[in-house]
């Protein structure tokens, strides 16, 4: 097996120097006849290539992004990462080091944590962001719980224009510690009325900017109006490109803000692994889940960083702990950090100005096409457009001509009545032979 | 030292002594500054046109002003993160024995298969009938997890380990209420030497925790577990093998006192990788238990993850599974069921963990290192990662105390700090002293029922040859921490790129992100 570095000859002078006569005297605390005689039924080892072949078999049989006019969003987005990215995380000193627990020599690590919650801070426009949770879902969940320490209080308002997949995460976690959860019905004009649900018994309204339709939400009279009952606004994004180009969620006064950073430095990967950003107002601290990274000296003086604040976590506080999460999305993190630092400023300006005219272009587009409609007012790189056949048909019809064109509302909101509703994202990778592409096979379809 | 805007890159003020340079640097040890400190708003390291006039559509919500956001050209940001990468210890800089965690050989096959397009460039929903050969390998992955544990159901979603555990305990949950006992089964017993997570997790879905105690041979008695049975316990977290690395003897009674109780049985999976071939939590009357990807089937955790944490779980909690999962339909298509509404007949799923279907990437990594392996390489790995971890402890026995040398220990050997006495040497000043020799320290003052703990788990990517040089080390260590060798040890590491830091000022004084430094600070300093 070209993984195990022992030879028959180590184990044997190894288990005599042990003192043992064979290796399941090491197991003796296995109750009798629980040990296994010999291997599971399994396939035995392989080599590489056989490997590389079995693998490389389901790989084949599944469409690839880049090979095809691709739209599809809905949480997750199709963008091109330099080359210098992929190559950086796979160095061996980051793809092959664990949480920095002994800070002198993971400095690497831990001062890219640090880039890292700088950029999302100012990204976001707040004060303050973590290092990182697994992904803006469960970060959601995870700000929803941090409100209710805030402000003592149980009950979280959910905008209808949540990502239904950060809504059930959100119901998951409150049914079970029994937190009440009002979850507004999707609406596709952002028309909801959010404002008649807070009260003083709410701990937090939580809403979507682009929201899953795809539109650019007003947060700050309900930041205005959260406030003055003593709830927290959380602001969550799915496309953090946006931010390169719409009000950032803290110049609107949200208290959480937390979103997924798929975006930018991470492939598709079928849904994970991503990374969730999380930011909040620096008062909110010591009541943030997660890691933090912060600044500190060593003992001549020089600058440094560790992981701090640690009396807020699990493996302190145990069941008080602010969270049970003991990891980051480290390696999503620098993915993240390194093509954010490629971008800066004007590159993620300019980034966000190209998905977006990319997404105006395919909207006149598709506009035109007999039967569609888009229903957006303003929206950033995905809109929603009407159909005049259920969406989930379209789409397969779409993918049969090589076309993978949206995400169907019905497979995000079974049995909402929105089956003729498509979600289309477009980014930069789009080209106006795909745009035309996905026109011509749609009015084909329709 | 001074960035090219004529900031100072140091927060302190730095000795001479350590100012050999000009620069500041030491040969291959480079100070390296932020990316704010040496960026520029206007720098990008991306070429993207400029697209032709459009009308917007952003309406009233188009920013305005500055974000703030240092750019840096290519070679620029290259050079910087290499150089971070250089401040970094890994599994490939040499042996990194942090138990509880484990590190092991991060084959690179994984890494070659997680990037094939197929998997890596395929959206999470993007129609069905386009990807599956990812759903594939996604049932694929559940049956290896299913046959080596012997449980019949998995739940892939959960993220992490501690995600994982929330799983599980989910489950349980949702199956207590099922029983209509939801107001009254409402304690969950973690025993003291448990992982700080589980704790946490009985808490964040609204259980109370009762401390089970640890016995002085630092494993969980029956009679412990028994004498706090009642109607109202809903559970024991239990890890096993535990987390002084002994397997727990009684784990078979435990379980069926949990089951007469009409309690359930958590296993913290954490440990898995010790006994992968060799014993399956199903015949131990395991009910969850989750499976740290990282740490058992070697996929990367870079600098804290991404972890990817699958639960299994028993037949009674089968049904609970939370969404999405994988349905093999009546002629073997393969369906992917994502809300509860779609769940066939049986299945009462208890929600949704995270959105989409969990960490794809390291599904992959795990089956590549599984089909590497093969059943009798996986079982090969857990004796030798067994035996790699004795051969320490045989090594080192005499001269480091053994808390609990009544058991052999599994794939991780515990010492304490009583060896230690009377020297002056804490047990985090032998770590920083390990970092000398070119070490990454064990994990130090965990498990907590021990004092000044020293977790070493060597796993089996070890050569006999590693281990001998180690436990050579760890000798010279120890006998220069006996003697009156104390400075070498209080004052560690030496030969860090960077030496002690202050934690407690972090702590009391929060950095969590750089600031542009005022002009008269910088003059005053």
């Not at chain 1, 296994?36 to 389901?58: F, N, Q, S, T, Y």
């Not at chain 1, 929201?211 to 709830?231: Q, S, T, W, Y």
């Not at chain 2, 070697?298 to 049904?319: I, N, Y």
Request: glycine letters at 10%.
């Amino acid at each position: 097996m070209r993984y195990l570095p022992l030879t028959d000859t180590d184990r044997e002078d190894m288990l005599a120097r042990v003192g043992v006569s064979d290796i399941d005297a090491l197991f003796s605390d296995v109750p009798a006849g629980k040990l296994l005689k010999g291997p599971v039924d399994l396939p035995r080892a392989r080599g590489e290539i056989e490997v590389e072949r079995i693998l490389g078999k389901m790989a084949g049989r599944n469409t690839a992004a880049s090979a095809v006019p691709f739209f599809v969003g809905a949480g997750a987005y199709k963008h091109h990462v330099p080359a210098t990215v992929d190559h950086l995380i796979q160095r061996s000193e980051f793809l092959t080091s664990y949480t920095p627990y002994q800070p002198e020599i993971a400095q690497g690590t831990l001062q890219y944590l640090f880039e890292f919650q700088t950029q999302v801070a100012a990204l976001t426009g707040m004060e303050v962001a973590n290092a990182s949770m697994y992904d803006g879902s469960t970060g959601t969940g995870e700000a929803v719980l941090m409100a209710h320490r805030v402000t003592r209080r149980r009950k979280a308002v959910l905008s209808g224009g949540l990502h239904p997949h950060y809504t059930d995460v959100v119901k998951t976690l409150s049914e079970m510690a029994n937190d009440e959860v009002v979850a507004l019905k999707a609406d596709v004009s952002a028309n909801e009325d959010i404002l008649s649900q807070i009260d003083d018994s709410v701990s937090c309204i939580v809403v979507q900017s682009p929201d899953v339709f795809g539109n650019l939400r007003d947060l700050k009279p309900i930041a205005e109006k959260a406030h003055a009952h003593g709830a927290l606004l959380i602001a969550v994004f799915t496309e953090v490109i946006s931010l390169g180009a719409v009000v950032p969620p803290g110049a609107e006064d949200a208290d959480i803000v937390v979103g997924e950073g798929q975006s930018i430095g991470n492939a598709l990967n079928f849904g994970g692994p991503y990374v969730g950003l999380f930011a909040a107002k620096s008062k909110y601290i010591r009541q943030m889940p997660g890691r933090l990274c912060g600044e500190t000296v060593d003992s001549t003086g020089q600058r440094g960083f560790v992981l701090t604040l640690s009396t807020r976590e699990q493996h302190i506080r145990r069941d008080k702990a602010t969270s049970n999460i003991c990891t980051n999305s480290g390696l999503c993190v620098l993915a993240f950090t390194i093509h954010m630092t490629l971008l800066g400023q004007s590159g993620l300006t300019r980034l966000a100005e190209v998905n977006h005219a990319n997404a105006v272009k395919l909207a006149d587009l598709l506009a035109g096409v007999k039967g569609v409609s888009v229903l957006n007012e303003s929206f950033f790189n995905e809109f929603t457009v009407k159909l005049p056949k259920p969406a989930a048909e379209v789409v397969e019809a779409l993918a049969e001509k090589g076309v993978l064109g949206g995400v169907p509302v019905s497979r995000l909101m079974p049995g909402a009545g929105l089956d003729d509703l498509l979600l289309v994202a477009s980014t930069e990778v789009n080209t106006d032979d795909d745009r035309a592409a996905f026109a011509k096979a749609l009015a084909e379809v329709l | 030292m001074l960035n090219r805007q004529g900031r100072p890159t140091q927060a302190g003020e730095a000795s001479h002594e350590e100012h050999l340079t000009f620069t500041g640097n030491k040969a291959l040890q480079q100070i390296e500054p932020l990316i704010f400190e040496i960026g520029h708003h206007e720098t990008t390291g991306v070429d993207i046109e400029k697209p032709a006039p459009f009308k917007s559509r952003l309406g009233k919500h188009a920013r305005q002003g500055e974000i703030g956001l240092p750019g840096l050209s290519e070679p620029e940001a290259m050079r910087h993160y290499v150089r971070l990468s250089q401040k970094n210890y890994g599994i490939d800089t040499g042996l990194f024995p942090l138990g509880s965690c484990t590190m092991k050989h991060n084959a690179r096959l994984n890494e070659k298969m997680a990037r094939l397009p197929g998997f890596s460039d395929v959206h999470p929903l993007q129609p069905l009938s386009t990807v599956p050969g990812a759903l594939e390998l996604m049932l694929e992955l559940a049956n290896y997890l299913m046959t080596l544990t012997g449980m019949p159901a998995v739940a892939l979603s959960p993220k992490a380990g501690a995600h994982g555990e929330a799983c599980g305990m989910m489950a349980i949950k949702a199956a207590i209420e099922a029983k209509g006992e939801g107001a009254t089964r409402n304690v969950v017993l973690v025993p003291e030497s448990a992982h700080g997570t589980n704790p946490a997790t009985a808490a964040l879905i609204g259980f109370s925790v009762k401390a089970v105690p640890a016995r002085p041979d630092g494993t969980v008695a029956v009679e412990d577990v028994k004498a706090l049975l009642g109607p109202d316990i809903a559970a024991i977290m239990l890890t096993n093998p535990n987390t002084c690395g002994i397997f727990e003897p009684q784990i078979v009674e435990i379980a069926a006192a949990m089951h007469e109780a009409g309690a359930y049985f958590y296993c913290d999976g954490a440990n898995f990788n010790a006994i992968v071939g060799k014993a399956r939590p199903g015949d131990l009357g395991v009910d969850a238990m989750h499976i740290n990807l990282h740490k058992t089937f070697s996929t990367p955790h870079g600098g804290g993850g991404p972890g990817a944490g699958p639960v299994v779980l028993s037949e009674r909690l089968a049904p609970f599974a939370p969404v999405p999962f994988i349905h093999v339909e009546d002629g073997g298509k393969l369906h992917l069921i994502e809300s509860r509404e779609e769940a066939p007949e049986g299945n009462k799923p208890f929600g949704r963990m995270t959105a989409f279907h969990g960490q794809m990437g390291m599904y992959v990594r795990a089956l590549a290192y599984m089909l590497s392996h093969g059943s009798d390489g996986m079982r090969q790995a857990s004796e030798d990662a067994v035996l790699n971890a004795n051969y320490i402890r045989a090594g080192l026995a005499d001269l480091m105390s053994l808390p609990f040398p009544d058991h052999p220990s599994m794939h991780e050997v515990l010492f304490d700090d009583e060896w230690l006495k009377g020297s002056g040497v804490s047990t985090l000043d032998f770590a920083k002293a390990m970092i000398d020799e070119g070490y990454h320290p064990m994990t130090v003052y965990f498990p907590l029922v021990v004092h000044g703990a020293m977790l070493i788990e060597p796993t089996e990517s070890e050569s006999k040859a590693s281990l001998d040089l180690f436990i050579a080390t760890l000798r010279d260590l120890a006998m220069a921490a006996k003697g009156n060798d104390k400075e070498r040890f209080t004052s560690a590491p030496h030969h860090a790129p960077i030496r002690r830091l202050d934690e407690t000022r972090a702590a009391r004084q929060p950095v969590l992100k750089w600031e542009k430094p005022a002009p008269a600070k910088v003059a005053a300093e």
